[in-house]
């Protein structure tokens, strides 16, 4: 279920999110609404930030490497072995960004999951060219 919600902007910043949304192919409302989500997303998970790429838009840390890509480590290599602490150790991600991305998988798992088969995916299919 959705609600219609009113809300003014003034002049300056309704004309550039047009002029934004315009140029990714979007309307207004789904800009918007991308903005509402993804604010909200950050409120709740502060060291997390949204980026664009050639796969769409993606959940990343604050300075680092993007949540799937921390989760794929951890599956790929243990959550209760050695892996975070690699992953630390080598300076990949510090401890407050690995418990972010942990927490981030958490509360999205299936959108987390969704880019790990994504990326597998591609992968095989580049691996058997």
Do not use: C, K
Request: proline fraction near 3%.
């Amino acid at each position: 279920m959705t609600v219609n919600v009113s809300v003014r902007l003034d002049d300056g910043l309704a004309g550039r999110l047009r002029l934004q949304s315009r140029a990714a192919g979007e309307t207004m409302s789904e800009r918007l609404r991308r903005y509402a989500e993804e604010g909200v997303r950050h409120d709740d998970h502060p060291l997390i930030v949204f980026r664009d790429g050639p796969a769409g838009r993606r959940a990343g840390l604050i300075g680092g490497p993007d949540v799937w890509e921390i989760a794929m480590w951890l599956d790929d290599y243990g959550e209760t072995g050695g892996a975070a602490a690699d992953l630390i150790a080598d300076g990949a991600v510090t401890r407050a960004q690995l418990d972010a991305a942990r927490a981030y998988r958490a509360a999205f798992p299936d959108e987390i999951q969704a880019r790990i088969d994504l990326h597998r995916e591609r992968t095989r299919s580049a691996d058997i060219r």
